[in-house]
């Protein structure tokens, strides 16, 4: 017997607000199958509300996300959404006014949002398809940049060692005075040199919606990894280019053409610190785990 359910995940980030609606084919004797059915994203960066200034949401991302929310309940009404969950990281985290926010779009959509910590959603995301690749005797560094975080997770022989939230978010990056970033990326290399010495081959797995893009680009096949030498070349390749030339010549959305330049930069050097020579990108995310833990009764 054939079972056919549909789940929603709405991904509220630093530097644009997702929602993921997926089928989940349940059959006996099989495991569930999870298929993408539609992926909406819409460009409202937060983090630059909430890591400048006043640090508060704007009244005008406020009521961008208003109706947002509206037309995301709609979409889920049309594709028949059984449950779906929305969760809010970095930004709504630390914005003055986050608590508020979130109140004032329950009472005017009625989509209830759960603002996240760092910990918890790196526990959301590993709950996706981690183990395929992660299974074994190999070690694997996985980074997972957002715009206002990026979460570290170490793993061997296929258990999680340890694992850390950093304030290194690519908007944040943007914003940030020059020294404060140097500042964090020396607490990065620590942390990375410190948990990594005593472990040989390891695979670097990222995650997010630039990594995503630079694989793309790359036109390599799905599980295949990107090496060093190429992310470091297509590092300096996009830093020779202005940002328009990056959004003419390379098709990327303005909202992208500006931070994968820093979020390429976190990958290459997690994979320099760590020792890294290749990484890999499986299609997961925040609102992939969301969807898992949903169908599985963890959220």
């Not at 340890?162 to 020396?186: D, Q």
């Not at 990222?206 to 036109?219: D, V």
Request: glycine share 8%; net charge positive; charged share 25%.
């Amino acid at each position: 017997m054939l079972e056919i359910k549909k789940y929603g995940a709405i991904d509220i980030g630093s530097n644009a607000i997702r929602l993921l609606i997926s089928n989940v084919i349940v059959s006996e004797d099989k495991d569930p199958q999870f298929k993408k059915s539609s992926l909406v994203r819409v460009p409202i960066r937060l983090g630059a509300d909430a890591f400048v200034g006043q640090g508060i949401i704007s009244e005008q991302n406020v009521a961008r996300m208003i109706n947002a929310m509206e037309a995301f309940k709609l979409l889920m009404n049309v594709h028949n959404v059984e449950r779906y969950k929305a969760c809010a990281t970095s930004a709504m985290r630390e914005a003055k006014n986050g608590q508020e926010v979130v109140k004032q779009i329950l009472d005017k959509t009625g989509v209830k949002i759960d603002i996240i910590g760092g910990k918890e959603e790196a526990a959301i995301i590993s709950s996706t398809d981690l183990n395929q690749l992660i299974e074994g005797n190999n070690s694997y560094l996985y980074v997972d940049v957002g715009g206002g975080s990026t979460e570290f997770t170490l793993f061997s022989e296929g258990k999680i060692i340890t694992s850390k939230s950093f304030k290194m978010g690519t908007v944040r990056l943007l914003n940030n005075k020059k020294s404060k970033n140097k500042e964090i990326f020396a607490d990065v290399e620590k942390w990375i040199k410190k948990n990594t010495s005593n472990l040989k081959n390891i695979s670097l797995i990222g995650s997010g919606g630039n990594i995503n893009k630079l694989f793309k680009m790359s036109g390599r096949t799905e599980g295949k990894p990107i090496s060093y030498i190429y992310l470091n070349a297509q590092y300096q390749f996009l830093k020779q280019m202005s940002f328009n030339d990056r959004v003419s010549e390379l098709s990327l959305n303005p909202d992208r053409a500006d931070v994968i330049i820093p979020a390429t930069k976190i990958y290459i050097s997690a994979m320099k610190w760590s020792g890294a020579k290749k990484i890999y990108v499986p299609k997961i995310g925040l609102s992939d785990g969301i969807i898992k833990s949903l169908f599985y009764n963890k959220l």
